[in-house]
């Protein structure tokens, strides 16, 4: 059975950073491309960062190219969001997931970012 654990968030003022963890169990992580969402209160879940299966691709969105960087460690079937120079619009709750089990609405218990002004 899938489990996505998702730890790091807090609170932090606009500036800060914050590295997200995302712990993955019960698939063949290493094969799976992997991405970080967010959802802020009232809207609609959307994407932040993907990264390929071997870790070589990354692709972001626009909202955070340049600010956040995604990486990941297969040995330890763990993927990572760094986030630097955080913004208040950065708020949300942060999930990781692979495709596969986005398709079938599983996902992981998130982890709240909050960014102060």
């Known amino acids: 059975q899938a489990q996505l654990v998702e730890s790091g968030g807090g609170l932090v003022q606009a500036g800060g950073s914050l590295r997200l963890s995302c712990a993955a169990s019960g698939f063949t992580f290493s094969i799976n491309a992997m991405k970080w969402y967010r959802q802020a209160p009232g809207k609609e879940r959307e994407l932040v960062a993907t990264i390929s299966s071997t870790g070589g691709v990354t692709n972001y969105a626009e909202s955070v190219k340049g600010r956040f960087t995604m990486a990941r460690d297969n040995a330890k079937n763990t993927v990572y969001l760094q986030m630097n120079n955080l913004k208040p619009e950065d708020t949300a709750v942060y999930y990781c997931?692979?495709?596969?089990?986005?398709?079938?609405?599983?996902w992981g218990q998130g982890t709240q970012v909050t960014v102060s002004s």
């Open positions: 997931n692979a495709d596969v089990y986005v398709r079938v609405g599983f």
